[in-house]
């Protein structure tokens, strides 16, 4: 009783912590920028746009189960089971502790539905590494794309992107290699064997999928700045997205607050006033946050029962 107790006492302290620093990084922002003018902006938002822009996001959530779909994580599901699970762990990653959190409720789900854990787990993380991956190449060609229009304010965040995403790409490569070699010719634990299935799973169609989905997501929040009467490039919207996803990888109540800080750094790079890049990125948390309630409804409506589904022992 007395371990169990030590247990709950860091993972608390972990919760605190990580609560904290979002608040914190909201706080800093406020700090930045004039609050008032920021909800003033907002109080003008076009609503057409707002629904739109959260509607792409639902489509991109509805993509990511197709893409798991297509890999085939668990013999026989279809695809509404894999759509209910995006839905559902997309709440739980917004009002959890980001990514991490939603990706452990659709490993659980999975388990559940199947009886199995390694499969379903090693074709998310592999799910996960072509989505990332399409990320830190879109930021990267936006990048480049932004630099030869010119735009000078750009200019050295611009290489700074290039450089992390390259230098991140040899770092992995260099890592995959090592492993390769490393376990040639050796009998591989079960869980690696799935891995490598996983990752003969990511073709071309997954490649361009996920592609699509940075688009879209870019495309939801120049969605919002259309809501606001910023009329701007779209990579403007790109560029704040994808930086604005990447920043999700750390584990801070679902982005609270970084997310924030990355949209309104990234506009106000392109002359956007600080207060309306702010309102932007407060109202994109609201159409997610409003498309995850709206998509959580519509998962308890999708049939995902296990005498709905086939499955192979």
């Known amino acids: ?20 620093v979002g608040i914190g990084a909201l706080i800093l922002l406020f700090v930045w920028v004039d609050w008032r003018e920021a909800f003033a902006a907002i109080r003008t938002a076009h609503l057409g746009w707002m629904g739109l822009g959260g509607f792409v996001i639902l489509l991109v959530w509805c993509l990511d189960a197709l893409r798991l779909h297509w890999m085939t994580p668990i013999d026989d599901l279809p695809y509404r089971t894999h759509l209910a ?42 799910s996960r590494i072509a989505g990332f991956s399409s990320v830190g190449l879109m930021a990267m060609a936006a990048s480049v794309w932004v630099i030869f229009r010119g735009e000078a304010e750009f200019l050295e965040m ?6 992390s995403v390259g230098t991140a790409a040899v770092i992995a490569f260099a890592v995959l290699l090592a492993i390769f070699f490393a376990l040639r010719g050796r009998k591989l634990p079960r869980w690696i064997q799935e891995a490598r299935t996983a990752a003969k799973t990511i073709t071309l ?8 989905m940075v688009l879209l997501r870019g495309a939801s929040f120049w969605c919002i700045l259309m809501a606001l009467n910023i009329e701007t490039h779209f990579y403007v ?28 750094g990234i506009t106000t790079i392109f002359g956007i006033d600080p207060a309306i890049g702010l309102s932007a990125a407060l109202l994109m948390r609201f159409a997610v946050l409003l498309a995850t309630s709206v998509g959580l409804l519509l998962s308890l409506g999708l049939k995902t029962d296990r005498e709905s589904v086939t499955v192979k022992s």
């Open 237 to 264: 919207a790109l560029l704040a997205s994808v930086v604005a996803t990447l920043s999700s990888l750390l584990p801070v109540m679902g982005g609270i607050g970084v997310r924030e800080g990355a949209y309104t």
């Open 85 to 126: 699970l995006a839905l559902q762990s997309a709440f739980v990653m917004q009002f959890g502790f980001g990514v991490f959190s939603g990706d452990g409720y659709r490993v659980a789900g999975y388990a559940l539905k199947s009886g199995k854990v390694f499969k379903p787990t090693a074709h998310l993380v592999a």
């Open 1 to 20: 009783m007395a371990k169990a107790q030590n247990r709950k006492k860091p993972s608390l302290l972990m919760t605190l912590l990580k609560l904290a």
């Open 205 to 212: 169609r997954i490649w361009l999928l996920s592609i699509i």
């Open 158 to 163: 611009g290489k700074s992107i290039i450089k």
